[in-house]
């Protein structure tokens, strides 16, 4: 599976900006996907998951209530709603699919294809 992520840039504090994830190449609706995100000097971390199917979903505490992820399998995309944000959510986000069972989404060592990120700056 090949990822390419589109929609980031600069939004002030309190803003949004939706994150796309387009995939090509293997089937995407048998691969749960994964958004992750690395903010300089600190480790990947875990964001928000959702199943093949789309009917779960997860989330860092950190995102619960401003952030929401979606898929649609039709078109090959995830997406990542991302609302009331502040400068703490500055990072390169990643997207990330997954043969994997649902305990081990928000592990990015369990990933198994990784799109190159989208810069994502918020100013206070």
């Known amino acids: 599976v090949q990822l390419v992520e589109s929609g980031g840039g600069l939004v002030q504090a309190g803003g949004s900006l939706r994150l796309s994830c387009a995939a090509s190449?293997?089937?995407?609706?048998?691969?749960?996907m994964g958004w992750f995100r690395q903010a300089p000097g600190k480790e990947r971390e875990f964001v928000a998951a959702?199943?093949?199917?789309?009917?779960?979903?997860y989330y860092a505490d950190s995102v619960k209530g401003r952030f929401t992820i979606s898929r649609d399998n039709a078109k090959k995309t995830a997406y990542l709603e991302m609302n009331t944000l502040n400068a703490e959510d500055t990072a390169v986000y990643y997207c990330?699919?997954?043969?994997?069972?649902?305990?081990?989404?928000?592990?990015?060592?369990?990933?198994?294809?990784w799109g190159t990120g989208t810069l994502v700056t918020v100013s206070s």
């Open positions: 959702i199943s093949a199917s789309g009917l779960l979903t």
């Open positions: 990330a699919a997954t043969g994997g069972v649902a305990g081990t989404w928000r592990y990015y060592t369990t990933m198994d294809y």
């Open positions: 190449g293997r089937t995407f609706s048998n691969y749960a």
